[in-house]
């Protein structure tokens, strides 16, 4: 089934959590709504689940209006942050509990839920767990038995909110490659809220990126990973260093560096910002022209399988530059020395934020 | 349980060294079980004592005598009347204020401790405005031949009033502490408001609605001041027991009293019984979450 979000705004007292939203996942794709606290991607996915009323705007669930329909009637399947298990039933009874509370002449026999529970458990792997009281499951565990227990009602929709936020980072990893093989599987239309960029990077085929009520970008992973349409996705989606300068006609100067920038062909000695990942910097010890900046080493830390260097430019500012281990052993870099550091790939935004 | 033993013991050990001199424990506590002898257990045991003070067979007939009958009657009608009404009330109440938001909520969780801040005295005095001869509503009631003050309708609202907050109190933190979370999982996959209800809301609260119903009975059953208003101390027709048993203490018959007494003396025994299960059950169905909060 798919879903339109049309024009949606949604106020709580006088904050403003949605700001005319207007979104469409098309049906069978997997989209994370990617966001800080506060940026309201759980509002909209409440939304869309029905358990929230927006202020203005329109939900559309196939083309069809169901802005007013109620939740029971809406056939999604939610998934709580916590889980949300029905703390007095057994990993069964949850699971089986969407069958059994169908009107009578539209639920299944006893039998056909066993099967159907049974299958479900199959799928999450925990069948011999069937019995268990919520309280008696690891956390990973239970929000495996809320997705079945979601899945069992067969769903048009599965919406997820920080489905994986509670779980320690290993069992997240893990957990999250089994929904991506999940949906693989079954290919019902799925959104999912995180904060955590590299889940949506890792796991959905397409990324709204969400700010302050608005979409800031849409895109799949790589367009918005490689191509940040506003400085917002660009910080949000990994490490970034920020260089302050100006752009006249064409040409970009900052931080003692010129760069060509076409797309700025009009502008007049704006002010302009440089976005640069902290991976896309090489460290020399010598260099040859001028797109290298003079800095000096402040620190070097290892953060697993990166090195972290932390460089004060000539001017005083600090930048981040992660390099790659082998990388890192063979410069062997110490505190107090001279280097260059050239950004292999800046990109320029005014601040008007326009492109 | 060995480990949770020993690790107890360690912890003791290890506590010794933020914990407060032997001594000053030793005080604190005999001055807490000294204060709870002296004003609970000694005047408990005295009820009883007074009571059984000419034998077990004057006891029984003192319980037997009929205007006693009539007192215990009646109470335990007020109680069958009250406690329900509360319970929808309060379950209602509850259920509104802890699931949804709205506008003046806090006036209504107000409104709903007003019995515990009134004088018992004063909720009676309240009907007798309203309802007695010299009331608002007093001269239309007499002319329909309706009488509430003075009979058993005035009993029974004046004990509701006093009553009200003891179910709502008890659910609306039991019941904001566990979320909606549960409820709305139960909306997502189909089950209407009903169904949620009672198989989602209710398991979840049912210890919590027991302690809640035991103390609405037993305040029920022992309110004096507000019943005493609007009672009219009628022998054998408007007495519940708690009047009962100052008419007998007024007449000198103290044996009787004391045995009339020990019924009300026997059903906070038991309360607090099943207040201690009920409590009990409370704390393990929050410790048993569905969630890690």
């Not at chain 1, 869309?48 to 669930?61: C, K, M, N, Q, R």
């Given at each position: 089934m798919?879903i339109?979000i049309?024009?949606?705004?949604?106020?709580?007292g006088s904050?403003?959590?949605?700001d005319q939203?207007?979104?469409?996942v098309?049906s069978?794709e997997?989209?994370?709504?990617?966001?800080p606290?506060?940026?309201?991607?759980?509002?909209l996915l409440?939304?869309?689940a029905?358990?929230?009323?927006p202020d203005?705007?329109?939900v559309?669930f196939?083309?069809?209006?169901a802005?007013n329909?109620?939740v029971?009637?809406r056939?999604v399947g939610?998934?709580f942050?916590h889980?949300?298990?029905f703390r007095h039933m057994t990993?069964?009874d949850?699971?089986?509990?969407?069958?059994t509370?169908k009107p009578?002449?539209i639920?299944p026999?006893?039998l056909?839920i066993?099967d159907?529970?049974?299958?479900?458990l199959k799928l999450?792997?925990?069948?011999q767990l069937a019995?268990?009281y919520?309280?008696?499951?690891?956390g990973?565990?239970?929000?495996?038995?809320a997705?079945?227990?979601?899945?069992a009602?067969?769903p048009q929709?599965l919406?997820?909110?920080?489905?994986?936020?509670?779980?320690?980072a290993?069992?997240?990893?893990?957990?999250?490659?089994?929904?991506?093989r999940l949906?693989?599987?079954?290919?019902?239309t799925?959104v999912?809220v995180?904060?955590d960029?590299e889940?949506?990077?890792?796991?959905?085929?397409r990324i709204?990126?969400?700010?302050?009520?608005?979409?800031?970008?849409q895109g799949?992973?790589?367009?918005?990973y490689?191509?940040?349409a506003?400085?917002f996705?660009?910080?949000?989606?990994?490490n970034?260093?920020?260089?302050?300068?100006?752009?006249?006609e064409g040409?970009?100067r900052?931080?003692g560096l010129?760069l060509?920038?076409p797309e700025f062909?009009t502008a007049?000695n704006a002010?302009a910002l440089?976005?640069?990942r902290?991976?896309d910097?090489?460290i020399?010890r010598?260099t040859?022209?001028?797109?290298a900046?003079?800095?000096?080493?402040?620190?070097?830390?290892?953060?697993?399988p990166l090195?972290?260097?932390?460089?004060a430019?000539?001017?005083g500012?600090?930048?981040e530059?992660?390099?790659a281990?082998?990388?890192?052993d063979?410069?062997?870099?110490?505190?107090?020395e001279?280097?260059f550091?050239r950004?292999?790939k800046?990109r320029?935004?005014?601040?008007d934020y326009?492109i | 349980m060995?480990v949770?033993?020993?690790?107890?013991?360690?912890n003791g050990?290890?506590?010794?060294n933020?914990s407060?001199?032997v001594?000053?424990?030793?005080?604190?506590?005999?001055?807490?079980?000294?204060f709870i002898?002296?004003?609970?257990l000694l005047?408990?045991g005295?009820?009883?004592?007074?009571a059984l003070e000419?034998?077990w067979?004057?006891y029984?007939a003192?319980l037997?005598?009929p205007?006693t009958?009539?007192?215990?009657?009646?109470?335990?009608i007020?109680?069958?009347?009250?406690?329900?009404?509360?319970l929808l009330f309060g379950?209602i109440?509850?259920w509104?204020?802890?699931k949804?938001?709205?506008?003046g909520?806090?006036?209504?969780?107000?409104l709903?401790?007003l019995?515990f801040?009134v004088?018992?005295v004063?909720?009676g005095?309240?009907?007798?405005?309203?309802f007695?001869?010299?009331g608002?509503?007093g001269?239309w009631?007499?002319a329909h031949?309706?009488?509430?003050?003075?009979?058993?309708p005035?009993?029974v609202?004046a004990?509701?009033?006093?009553?009200?907050?003891?179910v709502a109190r008890e659910?609306?933190?039991l019941?904001e502490?566990q979320?909606r979370?549960e409820e709305?999982?139960?909306l997502?996959?189909g089950?209407g408001g009903?169904q949620?209800f009672?198989?989602v809301?209710?398991?979840?609260?049912k210890?919590?609605?027991?302690?809640?119903v035991?103390?609405?009975?037993?305040?029920?059953?022992g309110?004096?001041g507000?019943?005493?208003v609007?009672?009219?101390?009628?022998r054998g027709?408007?007495?519940?027991i708690?009047l009962?048993?100052?008419?007998?203490y007024?007449e000198?018959s103290?044996?009787a009293?004391?045995?009339?007494?020990?019924l009300?003396?026997l059903?906070?025994l038991?309360?607090?019984?099943?207040?201690t299960v009920?409590?009990?059950?409370?704390?393990?169905?929050?410790?048993t979450?569905?969630s890690e909060?």
């Amino acid at each position: 089934m798919s879903i339109d979000i049309v024009g949606i705004t949604k106020n709580f007292g006088s904050f403003t959590a949605l700001d005319q939203v207007s979104l469409s996942v098309p049906s069978g794709e997997l989209v994370a709504l990617l966001g800080p606290s506060g940026s309201g991607k759980t509002s909209l996915l409440r939304i869309i689940a029905g358990l929230e009323t927006p202020d203005s705007g329109h939900v559309l669930f196939n083309g069809e209006e169901a802005t007013n329909r109620q939740v029971q009637e809406r056939k999604v399947g939610f998934v709580f942050q916590h889980y949300a298990l029905f703390r007095h039933m057994t990993v069964y009874d949850n699971i089986a509990f969407g069958l059994t509370v169908k009107p009578k002449k539209i639920r299944p026999t006893k039998l056909d839920i066993r099967d159907k529970v049974f299958t479900l458990l199959k799928l999450i792997q925990l069948e011999q767990l069937a019995d268990r009281y919520p309280a008696q499951l690891s956390g990973g565990q239970r929000q495996r038995v809320a997705l079945a227990r979601a899945l069992a009602v067969e769903p048009q929709v599965l919406l997820l909110d920080e489905p994986f936020g509670a779980l320690d980072a290993k069992v997240r990893l893990e957990l999250r490659r089994w929904l991506r093989r999940l949906h693989d599987e079954i290919h019902v239309t799925s959104v999912f809220v995180t904060h955590d960029q590299e889940e949506a990077l890792e796991v959905a085929d397409r990324i709204v990126v969400m700010n302050q009520g608005r979409i800031e970008q849409q895109g799949t992973p790589s367009e918005v990973y490689d191509h940040p349409a506003t400085p917002f996705v660009f910080d949000f989606l990994g490490n970034v260093n920020l260089f302050q300068g100006r752009v006249h006609e064409g040409k970009a100067r900052m931080a003692g560096l010129e760069l060509a920038s076409p797309e700025f062909a009009t502008a007049h000695n704006a002010p302009a910002l440089g976005y640069v990942r902290s991976h896309d910097i090489e460290i020399e010890r010598e260099t040859l022209d001028l797109g290298a900046l003079e800095a000096e080493v402040r620190y070097v830390l290892s953060v697993g399988p990166l090195v972290r260097v932390n460089l004060a430019l000539v001017d005083g500012n600090g930048i981040e530059v992660d390099l790659a281990r082998d990388v890192a052993d063979r410069l062997r870099l110490s505190v107090g020395e001279k280097v260059f550091a050239r950004p292999r790939k800046i990109r320029v935004f005014t601040e008007d934020y326009q492109i | 349980m060995n480990v949770a033993a020993s690790l107890n013991r360690k912890n003791g050990k290890n506590g010794s060294n933020v914990s407060e001199p032997v001594w000053v424990r030793v005080l604190l506590t005999s001055v807490a079980l000294g204060f709870i002898a002296l004003f609970l257990l000694l005047p408990l045991g005295a009820v009883f004592v007074q009571a059984l003070e000419k034998g077990w067979d004057a006891y029984l007939a003192a319980l037997k005598e009929p205007d006693t009958l009539s007192a215990i009657r009646l109470t335990v009608i007020t109680a069958a009347l009250c406690v329900p009404v509360n319970l929808l009330f309060g379950i209602i109440a509850a259920w509104g204020i802890a699931k949804f938001s709205f506008p003046g909520k806090s006036l209504l969780i107000t409104l709903i401790d007003l019995p515990f801040s009134v004088s018992p005295v004063v909720s009676g005095l309240i009907y007798v405005l309203i309802f007695g001869l010299q009331g608002c509503l007093g001269p239309w009631l007499q002319a329909h031949d309706i009488k509430i003050i003075f009979a058993i309708p005035g009993i029974v609202l004046a004990t509701i009033f006093v009553t009200f907050p003891f179910v709502a109190r008890e659910l609306i933190p039991l019941m904001e502490s566990q979320g909606r979370d549960e409820e709305e999982a139960a909306l997502t996959l189909g089950a209407g408001g009903l169904q949620t209800f009672f198989r989602v809301t209710f398991p979840n609260i049912k210890w919590g609605i027991l302690y809640g119903v035991i103390l609405c009975n037993a305040r029920a059953m022992g309110e004096f001041g507000a019943v005493s208003v609007v009672s009219g101390h009628v022998r054998g027709a408007t007495n519940t027991i708690p009047l009962q048993v100052e008419i007998l203490y007024n007449e000198y018959s103290y044996a009787a009293a004391f045995a009339v007494a020990s019924l009300l003396a026997l059903l906070a025994l038991v309360t607090l019984a099943v207040k201690t299960v009920a409590e009990w059950k409370i704390h393990q169905t929050l410790a048993t979450p569905g969630s890690e909060r």
